[in-house]
Nanobody, 119 residues
């Protein structure tokens, strides 16, 4: 089991910056990957950025160059740094973590955090 605790959501103005935190109960090196996803009301969650623990990174085209996803292994935390925010970035953001258990990849979720960007 992996528990993920999120923090950092807020309301900001267009052009501003925000950092979301995702803190794991387990060491990051024990995980396969950590990702950030967004979800609008009535829609499916979609990937924003993901980090594999061997260093691979992937981003949605809309956030490339604006939303880096650094990690702090000592704090067991993966961040989503959101820069030059736009109103269309408004959503609930979730982090998830994939862990290999008995040959099966299991996914665990954080509680979600609201990001609101006003124009």
């Amino acid at each position: 089991q992996v528990e993920l605790v999120q923090s950092g959501g807020a309301s900001v103005q267009s052009g501003g910056s925000l950092t979301l935190n995702c803190t794991s109960s387990e060491s990051l090196s024990s995980l396969f990957a950590v990702g950030w996803l967004r979800q609008a009301p009535g829609k499916q969650r979609e990937l924003v950025a993901a980090l594999t623990m061997d260093g691979g990174v992937s981003y949605a085209d809309s956030v490339k160059g604006r939303f880096p996803i650094p990690r702090n292994d000592y704090k067991k935390t993966v961040y989503l740094e959101m820069h030059n925010l736009k109103p269309e970035n408004t959503d609930v953001y979730y982090c998830n973590a994939a862990l290999l258990i008995g040959g099966t990849l299991r996914v665990f979720w954080g509680q979600g955090t609201q990001v609101t960007v006003s124009s």
